[in-house]
């Protein structure tokens, strides 16, 4: 998501300092020439995003978070091999589990659709949901964390839990996907032509 930054004009308020924000920095930028707009744009390892000047603190915090949904969902649409999925995997265990959950395959199927992801501790094979393709990556990294986790402990008894603890971002990688389950389920239109077909709803993950 990129943008021609506008430079600072006289009486503009100068960039906040880079925060801490997952793997990078994030810099808010005020416009006084932004009336309505919002964008954001990566810039190294930095996240920086444009907000008009007489945004209140309350609504940059939150449209901050937006943009960095977004910036994460569009950069996940850059499609992920399963090669690509398993050394991602293994870099999480590294991080979060020192290694030891050691995944033997990952890899993205079409048949779960049900339930995000599931793994055969015995084989120490994961499989991903294909659903979860062009979602933010810290959603994609929660549900592989998820399976990882159950490497090491079967079941979701409060060790696992435990062991969850571990990625700072679980409750807001299990709220996103929580809302996606209930905007599946909300009534929809029935489509020209025909009734809606009621489809399998979206569980958590396994």
């Keep these: 998501m990129?943008?021609?930054?506008?430079?600072?004009?006289?009486?503009?308020?100068?960039?906040?300092?880079p925060r801490g924000s997952g793997t990078s920095a994030v810099e808010v930028r005020r416009s006084?020439?932004?009336?309505?707009?919002?964008?954001?744009?990566?810039?190294?390892?930095?996240?920086?995003?444009?907000?008009?000047?007489?945004?209140?603190?309350?609504?940059?915090?939150?449209?901050?978070?937006?943009?960095?949904?977004?910036?994460?969902?569009?950069?996940?649409?850059r499609m992920l091999g399963d090669s690509e999925l398993t050394e991602r995997a293994e870099r999480l265990s590294?991080?979060?589990?020192?290694?030891?959950?050691?995944?033997s395959s990952v890899r993205w199927v079409t048949n779960q659709?049900?339930?995000?992801?599931?793994?055969?501790?015995?084989?120490?094979?994961?499989?991903?949901?294909?659903r979860l393709q062009g979602m933010p990556e810290y959603v994609v990294d929660y549900v592989l964390v998820h399976e990882l986790a159950h490497l090491l402990v079967p079941g979701h008894g409060p060790r696992f839990w435990r062991?969850?603890?571990?990625?700072?971002?679980?409750e807001r990688a299990r709220g996103y996907l929580e809302g996606v389950v209930a905007a599946d389920r909300l009534p929809h239109l029935p489509a020209?032509?025909?009734e809606r077909t009621p489809g399998e709803y979206p569980q958590g993950g396994d």
């Design 94 to 103: 590294a991080q979060y589990f020192e290694g030891r959950a050691r995944p």
């Design 163 to 170: 062991l969850l603890e571990a990625y700072p971002r679980t």
């Design 2 to 17: 990129s943008v021609d930054p506008s430079p600072r004009v006289a009486g503009e308020p100068p960039p906040r300092p």
């Design 113 to 130: 659709n049900t339930r995000w992801g599931s793994c055969t501790p015995a084989e120490g094979s994961i499989r991903l949901s294909h």
């Design 32 to 77: 006084a020439r932004r009336s309505r707009t919002v964008s954001a744009y990566r810039e190294g390892d930095r996240t920086i995003v444009l907000i008009p000047a007489r945004m209140s603190e309350a609504e940059e915090q939150r449209w901050v978070s937006v943009m960095l949904d977004k910036l994460a969902a569009q950069e996940s649409k």
């Design 192 to 194: 020209p032509g025909g």
